[in-house]
């Protein structure tokens, strides 16, 4: 019996060009999830698109990557049978035969209006039969089994399961944004919040080493690669920050390190954002979790942003992150211990609520272009592919 998944999306706002760029970004991101693991085709038709299998693929791995496919609404594993009633019947009976139920209703769409029966009609003569062969009820309102039968041009494709996919959007139809990734918690979830509204990560990491070890780069690279799944193959630009830092430390007062470190790293990211063609920057930041994070110092780190901060969790709580950060696998990595950069030279009692005016004269001393000059000529990149 040919098993194939079909696959449905959300069509809301779908028309036009921006329907066919969605569904050909989604075809593409599916074959990137799938390339080693056993499909033969992924193509469109109705509005759906099809995954078909070859004889020995490994459903359940399958089954797993598909539903780590941003964009998909919903997907189902089904069986083809050839555009004839009886065949229909038949491989409608193997399929579920193996299934507990008492009661069961079968429901049909057809795509293909060729097909000489109806949907009601294709409903009833399988349903007739599948009662006669199983010895079930039919219940139409609350059965224990839905048998869905689908026609379309070659095939008819039977399913029982239906399977919930991430939703969103298909990573990069929404475009690239620079996501600033420190291997804390929270930046690789912002990260995540914002694959799935459609656009590509690249991600920007700001390191203090020598002055720090190197611990925040290894987590990165790994976070980067536990995103990969998601994001496919994924850029990453590692900024060296130590020097930047060891200016602001001699050169300004202490209650303000944080908040022009954080300024500094705004200023460079735009820089690199320009040469990714991100159209935004992204942070892990939520509202007061730090005092870093309050709107007065936001407001303040803000005002050097030329392109938009995204925050994606701005709203939420540490357990929802963390939740979240257990759901997509980097919970455990981000917890690793490591240096921080900004825990680097930080000061006992750091601004809560800096005026702008006052932030500005302190880094009056700054020779920031040529800092942030500096950074980004020593700037590397690393690309990490899905594992
Ligand atoms: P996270 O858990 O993401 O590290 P956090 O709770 O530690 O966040 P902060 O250290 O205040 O919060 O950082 C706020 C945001 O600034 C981070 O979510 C991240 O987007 C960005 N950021 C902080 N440090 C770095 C860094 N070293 N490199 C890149 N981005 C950083
Ligand atoms: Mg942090």
Known sequence: MEKIFIVHYGEVGLKGKNRSFFEKKLVQNIRLSLKDIGYTEVRRIYG????????EADVVAIRERLGKVMGIAHFELACAAALDIEAIQAAALAWIEDKRFNTLKVETKRANKRFPLTSPEVSAAVGGYLLKHTGAKADMHNPDLRCNIEIVENSAYIYTDKIRGVGGLPVGVSGNVLVMLSGGLDSPVAAWRMMKRGVKAIFIHFYSYPYTDKASLEKVEELAQILAT???????????????????VTKTPAPFRVILYRRMMVRIAQRIAAAAKANALV???SLGQVASQTLGNIRVIEAVAELPILRPLIGDDKVEIIARAEQIGTYETSILPHDDCCSLFVPKHPATNASLAAVREAEADLEIDTLIAQAVEAVETRTIDPS
């Open 283 to 285: 942070t892990g930041e």
């Open 48 to 55: 759906r698109i099809l995954v078909t299998l070859q004889a």
């Open 230 to 248: 998601w994001n496919y193959q994924t850029r990453i630009y590692l900024v060296p920050f130590g020097e930047v830092q060891r200016e602001i």
